[in-house]
């Protein structure tokens, strides 16, 4: 069964500041990695994925999430915050193979982006 | 850009009362899913849904819930005798069903049982 921790419920960062949200993941075969957000009050937005190839992708709003297999992680960055960036933010998985496509979610980080 | 709906984005009902809540999946997608957040909990998984019945379901999804795609455009979920512990928010997403199969969220049902 797969699995997804995310260390630390709430990261308080300053505008300007590095943003780093952690992922780690459970799986006996490396899976598809996603990174959400969800706004106050909105659904899920999907930020960037992980299929397969190169292991640093790119969403959107500036965010970056690098695959380490190595690591079992999946840690999402962003260089400069802003405040509009303040959100929940997800790792979800889903397995390559097989027929489950349901997405297993980590517990969630609040980012806070301080002024 | 095409997205997932979801209405009401509010329902109050009384315990034991049933409850349907409806999606509409963005059109030319194949798979639909149910997932609900209990208020500071995990996104969890309820269903998944594709060609016309159930391909997955967790333990969460027991007899007192179902799901119906009535028309062409709608995918609901039903709870037919509403407990307290059913009180979340509600997402339904939708997906094309090809690698990496990227779900889309609606924006949520937020369901009080009281």
């Known amino acids: 069964a797969q699995s997804v921790t995310q260390l630390g419920s709430h990261v308080s960062v300053s505008e300007g500041a590095l943003v780093l949200l952690r992922c780690n993941y459970s799986s006996s075969v490396p899976p598809y990695l996603f990174w959400y957000v969800q706004y106050p009050n909105q659904g899920l937005q999907l930020l960037l994925k992980?299929?397969?190839?190169?292991?640093l992708v790119k969403g959107i709003n500036g965010f970056e999430a690098e695959f380490k297999k190595s690591e079992t992680s999946f840690h999402l960055t962003k260089p400069s915050a802003h405040m509009s960036d303040a959100a929940e933010y997800f790792c979800a998985v889903t397995p390559i193979s097989g027929s489950a496509r349901q997405l297993t979610f980590g517990s969630g980080t609040q980012l806070t982006v301080l002024p | 850009e095409p997205e997932v709906t979801q209405t009401p984005s509010h329902q109050v009902t009384q315990m034991g009362q049933e409850v349907i809540l409806r999606c509409v999946p963005i059109?030319?997608?194949?798979?639909f899913y149910w997932y609900r957040q209990i208020l500071g909990q995990k996104v969890e998984f309820l269903v998944s849904f594709y060609n016309n019945e159930i391909s997955e379901k967790s333990e969460i999804f027991d007899d007192q819930f179902s799901v119906e795609r009535p028309d062409g455009s709608n995918f609901t979920l039903k709870i037919r005798s509403t407990k307290l512990e059913d009180s979340a928010m509600y997402f339904c997403?939708?997906?094309?069903?090809?690698?990496?199969?990227?779900?889309?969220f609606g924006p949520g049902t937020r369901l009080t049982v009281t």
């Open positions: 059109s030319n997608h194949l798979y």
């Open positions: 992980y299929t397969t190839g190169a292991t």
């Open positions: 997403a939708s997906s094309l069903g090809q690698a990496p199969y990227e779900q889309y």
